[in-house]
């Protein structure tokens, strides 16, 4: 089967919140740690560059350290980071009961595939998405405390389904979804609305995804109102979430409110993003209108900042 490159964007949602549960809580120092879900610090020590003679935690750490490092500025060496992590993988398996150094590994070599399918765009974009599913599910067998970790993989049915054309799918997947979201609101809600905000009207995806925002706490999220080193511009993209979701769905006055919010936070003036708010800002009626005229029907996965060769980068890149 050939696959689109708009197609492979429609699969690749992985920063649909750009400063979402990727990884913040506990690993910076300067955010509230998630309660839901293990995150190791990033380690400061020196690794040798492919992460080899290592012991098993020390591989852990180098690999950990390498992930954000291809995530935030290092784009060249993405794939030769994945390539590490499959190393680590495939020395490490099969493991018994719960690992949770093995099941983040998974999580991010999960995490780094749906990056290089979007923003690299390799002829095999294709066969890194295959693997993102099941890289989310051995992650949460190996970690069943992680209650972030279903909703990255329901993030992913949601998109199959969806660019499947596949209703059927796409119904039992949104109600796998709302039910997961709900084991971790706080982690999870910021997470599945990048996805489910692209879908058709019809399906009440775009609206459900409104109501669990507007019962988000944006304030006991760090990273929220405030830059952290893992996502240097969390505060100004985050806010452009907010301000493209209500844009969505048509609340033009609500889209200003957040369209503000991003262009007075924190690192706007360096972000290399900063253009993609201010178009908005300056032509309002244009950037709510582009969701509009699609009608109850129409997709929005194509139209949404995180299937954009930015996706990632939006929050994370090093300016």
């Known amino acids: 089967m050939k696959w689109s490159a708009k197609t492979i964007a429609a699969l690749a949602t992985m920063c649909a919140a750009c400063a979402g549960p990727v990884g913040e809580g506990g690993g910076d120092g300067d955010v509230e740690p998630m309660t839901c879900g293990w995150v190791p610090e990033v380690s400061e020590a020196e690794f040798s560059s492919d992460c080899t003679a290592?012991?098993?935690?020390e591989?852990?750490?180098c690999l950990e350290q390498r992930f954000w490092g291809v995530l935030r500025v290092d784009f060249d060496s993405r794939l030769a980071v994945f390539e590490m992590m499959t190393t680590q993988i495939e020395a490490q398996e099969p493991?018994?009961?719960?690992?949770?150094?093995?099941?983040?590994?998974?999580?991010?070599?999960?995490q780094l595939a749906m990056a290089i399918a979007l923003e690299d765009k390799p002829d095999n974009a294709i066969q890194y998405i295959g693997g993102v599913r099941p890289d989310f599910q051995r992650a949460a067998e190996l970690d069943p405390e992680n209650t972030i970790l279903p909703t990255w993989d329901d993030s992913m049915a949601v998109a199959l389904a969806n660019a499947a054309r596949d209703e059927d799918k796409l119904a039992l997947a949104l109600e796998r979804a709302w039910e997961n979201v709900e084991d971790c609101p706080q982690g999870n809600i910021p997470s599945i609305t990048g996805t489910t905000l692209g879908l058709p009207m019809s399906t009440g995806a775009p609206q459900k995804s409104i109501e669990l925002l507007e019962r988000w706490d944006c304030d006991a999220m760090g990273w929220c109102s405030s830059n952290t080193w893992k996502a240097p511009?969390?505060?100004?993209?985050?806010?452009?979430h907010l301000a493209e979701s209500y844009a969505r769905v048509g609340r033009a006055a609500d889209a200003r409110v957040y369209l503000d919010k991003a262009i007075a936070a924190p690192?706007?003036?360096?972000?290399?993003?900063?253009?993609v708010a201010e178009e908005a800002s300056n032509d309002l009626d244009g950037f709510v209108g582009k969701f509009t005229d699609?009608?109850?029907?129409?997709?929005?996965?194509?139209v949404v900042y995180?299937?954009?060769?930015?996706g990632c980068?939006?929050?994370?890149q090093v300016d």
């Open 233 to 240: 511009y969390s505060a100004p993209g985050l806010n452009y």
């Open 59 to 61: 591989t852990y750490e």
């Open 267 to 275: 690192g706007y003036d360096t972000w290399p993003y900063k253009y």
């Open 313 to 316: 980068k939006f929050c994370h």
């Open 294 to 302: 699609l009608g109850d029907d129409g997709n929005a996965f194509d």
């Open 306 to 310: 995180a299937n954009t060769e930015y």
């Open 54 to 57: 290592l012991g098993d935690v």
């Open 95 to 110: 493991v018994e009961g719960v690992d949770r150094w093995l099941s983040r590994l998974y999580f991010q070599r999960g």
